[in-house]
């Protein structure tokens, strides 16, 4: 319900830790539940292709799929 603000307070998290992917991944979450699918598609894409983690990165791929999908769906 708060997501302007939850991106506000995350973004405020990367700040205190610039390297943390969990954010970054939250705020582009968000940023798809709010339709922002230019922002969410930049931030899932970096980590797509930089994050260490597997799980972080099958995440962001879910991601940039799932906003394909919304917008073939709108078109």
């Known amino acids: 319900e708060y ?3 939850s991106v506000v307070l995350l973004r405020k998290g990367l700040t205190l830790q610039p390297g943390n992917q ?3 991944l939250l705020i582009a979450q968000i940023y798809m539940r ?3 699918f230019a ?3 930049e931030i899932a894409e970096k980590l797509a292709k930089t ?3 597997q799980y972080m990165r099958a ?3 879910s ?3 799932s906003i394909n999908d919304s917008e073939t769906a709108k078109a």
């Open 3 to 5: 997501l302007d603000e």
């Open 22 to 24: 969990n954010y970054a």
């Open 34 to 36: 709010q339709e922002k």
């Open 39 to 41: 922002e969410a598609r």
């Open 51 to 53: 994050a260490a983690e």
């Open 59 to 61: 995440n962001a791929q």
């Open 63 to 65: 991601i940039l799929r």
